[in-house]
């Protein structure tokens, strides 16, 4: 339809025409703008609003075209909707003036100086570039874009592969194709990240959690550091503008508004090559900050309804942003759910981790519930059914939910006391073995009623040091943040391994790419759902610092690997997924009980030194697993992990194995490359069956089989 044919009909189906625009009474649901015929609806709510005006730009104006009050008669209760005709893709963008009581109540922050974001805008303009610095004149920075879908998925649909199966990668969309060293033609986008499609699946891992890509503002509480003169940006993103809208951003045509096309093409890709998609997504609070903080959406439309306010009208803190998300109130709650559904249903992702979790368990008072509505209606949404749900079961308020976070049979959590038990057990640490060996087989103390995939297992993540880091700094180094080096985690269960920082000492070098891959033998052999921090397969460094949520450039950015040497850790790592996708009896779902899964060998069964032999006394460092189960084909699987975190070598006594099956070497972090590990089916087979020597703080797996010869 041309513009005048679409202007005549829209004339038509008017009842008013106002600021010039011909309008009817819009429908209240859904909520946005949505696309009618003959023009677009726009609903919005405010219950406490006495007038809203719907504020019309021409795309890249800062003044407006037209500000059409809605009038009160089209108000349904809480909700001001309205019908404008004659508008269509591209013709404006748009925002919302809203107006309070003469007499506000101590919650109430209304500002009708403020243009306001559309809180279910599904596109943002106001940071179409990322880095681009905004008119700090503007006193309206972000604006809601109409956009139409027009995507083909050619087919696509969520991959919805077995939890326990799943191997998952997290990584920050920018930060991994931004370095040259990347080589990608888009650096830092979306579209980059789509040509590293072959690296992930080359890597073996089937599932990537992307750090928020939700819009944010970068230039939120951006300074300049006072050590490096570098800007300082809020890189990771942990401060949602758009919940509804991908970050523009990190689109190759952003400034274009291909956001959303963009990310479609990126998860495509990703389904094609057998990988799922899991957004980290931030419910637990908004860029709108504390008292002092930007007013951009739910502050200036109901800002009590949307965040926990003391009964005074300040803001609640629990997230340690100055501001929290009020989950549980009827509004919010349907607010989140409207989300999460729109991202599963219009953009197929596989499912969410929750960033700060405990905080959605939390009532408008900040008191935790028994049975929070906002985790019920999540875990028994229809279409949230095949999603992949995972709690960061803590917040900023001190409430620590690992194993306790209420799960209604759904929520996998980041475990964090796998993180600190493997950390310590590695460093050397007396009295971790016991500890250990329950985390391996899925942390049944924990999750005993929900199975080993509620148990997300992690060495490292974004927050805090890299896996080369970990072993390679005592101490957090963060003076590029300028923070005077007080922010970051301070506790880390790190170990320099006898030199702070970098070091051309070989035997320290060596001791730390044998720590990392120990650590990786242990996450990948661990019932549960493995987590990998991206880089960490070959050996990225942040150079110590472990709060790198600022840094936009050479400490976040993943130096991809030009040397042998780490060509050697990610063959490694790529050969450990291989052996985990090779051994159903790493991948159970269930918990092992110790009952015989082949005739006089348990499911699982613990060994020292001595085998059958394990010692859980206080000064052990030492601890040997053997898995017994069959392989698909019905044939016996057994898998033997050894890890010794002493300073000497050891010699281990191995358990016997049926029949003609022998034990064959499929890894040992004390051998010399490529030795160091074998692809599945490919182990030599041991020349003595009875007695293996582990090196000093080293980690070998065995595989059980019969011998080919």
């Known amino acids: 339809m041309d513009t005048d044919h679409r202007g005549k009909a829209a004339a038509e189906f008017a009842t008013d025409r106002i600021a010039g625009y011909d309008v009817r009474p819009g429908a209240p649901y859904p909520f946005g703008a949505t696309y009618v015929p003959g023009g677009v609806n726009f609903s919005v709510y405010s219950s406490r609003a ?23 008669e ?20 748009y925002g919302y003036r809203v107006f309070g ?14 243009v306001l974001l559309d809180p279910y805008a599904k596109a943002v303009t106001g940071r179409d570039v990322w880095g681009e610095e905004p008119d700090w004149n503007n006193q309206n920075q972000y604006r809601a874009r109409l956009t139409a879908d027009h995507f083909d ?15 998952v990668y997290e990584l920050h969309v920018r930060g991994f194709t931004r370095h040259e060293s990347a080589g990608v033609a888009e650096p830092g986008t979306f ?15 089937n599932c990537v959690e992307l750090m928020p890509v939700f819009e944010f503002d970068e230039f939120e509480n951006s300074r300049t550091s006072p050590t490096t003169g570098d800007l300082l940006l809020n890189y990771w993103g942990y401060s949602t503008v758009g919940f509804f809208a991908p970050k523009a951003g990190y689109a190759a045509g952003g400034a274009a508004g291909r956001q959303r096309e963009e990310f479609k093409e990126l998860v495509r890709d990703l389904h094609a090559n057998g990988i799922q998609v899991i ?50 109130n009827p509004v919010v709650r349907d607010y989140i759910l409207s989300c999460l559904r729109y991202w599963a249903s219009e953009y197929h992702v596989d499912g969410f981790r929750f960033d700060l979790a405990s905080i959605l368990d939390r009532g408008e008072d900040g008191t935790p519930l028994e049975n929070p509505p906002l985790l019920e209606a999540l875990s028994y949404d229809p279409l949230l059914k095949d999603c992949v749900l995972i709690a960061e079961a803590w917040d900023a308020g001190g409430l620590y939910q690992v194993g306790a976070f209420p799960n209604y049979g759904r929520w996998a959590e980041w475990n964090g006391k796998y993180r600190d038990v493997l950390r310590r057990f590695l460093k050397g640490e007396p009295g971790t073995v016991g500890e250990l060996a329950t985390r391996l087989v899925g942390s049944p103390d924990l999750y005993g009623t929900r199975g080993t995939t509620a148990s997300v297992n992690f060495v490292t993540c974004h927050d805090g040091f890299t896996l080369t880091d970990l072993f390679s700094y005592n101490e957090r180094h963060n003076e590029a943040n300028g923070e005077y080096n007080r922010d970051g985690n301070s506790d880390n269960d790190s170990w320099n391994c006898g030199a702070e920082g ?7 070098l060596a001791l730390r790419r044998r720590q990392a891959k120990n650590a990786m033998v242990l996450l990948l052999t661990s019932q549960g759902i493995p987590m990998i921090l991206a880089g960490d397969e070959f050996g990225n460094t942040q150079g110590g610092n472990n709060n790198a949520y600022c840094q936009d450039g050479e400490i976040s950015w993943l130096t991809w690997p030009q040397s042998d ?67 698909e084909d019905g044939s016996a699987d057994f898998v033997y992990v050894a890890a010794n975190a002493h300073w000497e070598g050891l010699e281990l006594e191995l358990p016997d194995l049926p029949g003609d099956m022998r034990w064959h070497r499929a890894a040992d972090t004390s051998a010399e490359e490529p030795e160091d590990i074998s692809a599945p089916g490919a182990e030599p087979a041991l020349e003595d069956q009875l007695r293996y020597p582990i090196g000093p703080r080293s980690a070998v797996v065995l595989v059980g089989r019969r011998n080919d010869g």
Request: glycine fraction near 10%; proline fraction near 9%.
């Open 502 to 508: 970098p070091t051309e000492d070989h035997e320290v």
């Open 279 to 328: 957004l980290d997504v931030v419910f637990n609070h908004t860029a709108e900050g504390n008292e002092h903080g930007p007013t951009i959406h739910f502050r200036g439309l109901d800002n009590s309804t949307y965040y926990q306010l003391t009964p005074d009208g300040y803001y609640q803190n629990f997230s340690g942003t100055g501001n929290t998300f009020n989950c549980n």
């Open 191 to 205: 579209a980059g990240l789509r040509e590293k499609i072959p690296y992930l699946r080359e890597l073996g891992v």
């Open 153 to 167: 998925w050619q087919g696509d649909h969520p991959l919805r592969l077995p939890a326990e199966d799943l191997v």
């Open 101 to 114: 009581p003469t007499r506000p109540a101590p919650g109430d922050r209304f500002d009708p100086a403020a």
């Open 565 to 631: 040497e780490a060509d050697g850790l990610r063959r490694f790592t790529t050969q450990l997924i291989r052996l985990r996708q090779e051994h159903a009896v790493l991948r159970r779902a269930t918990h092992p009980t110790g009952t015989d899964a082949i005739p006089g060998y348990p499911d699982v069964s613990w060994h020292g030194t001595r085998a059958w032999q394990p010692d859980w006394s206080e000064g052990d460092r030492v601890l040997a697993v053997m898995r017994c189960g069959e392989h």
């Open 50 to 72: 006495d007038d809203v005006s719907l504020v019309l730009f021409k795309p890249g104006e800062v003044t407006p075209v037209a500000e059409i009050p809605i009038p009160d």
């Open 74 to 93: 089209y108000r349904v209760g809480g909700v001001w909707a309205i019908t404008v005709l004659g508008i269509g893709e591209g013709d404006v963008d």
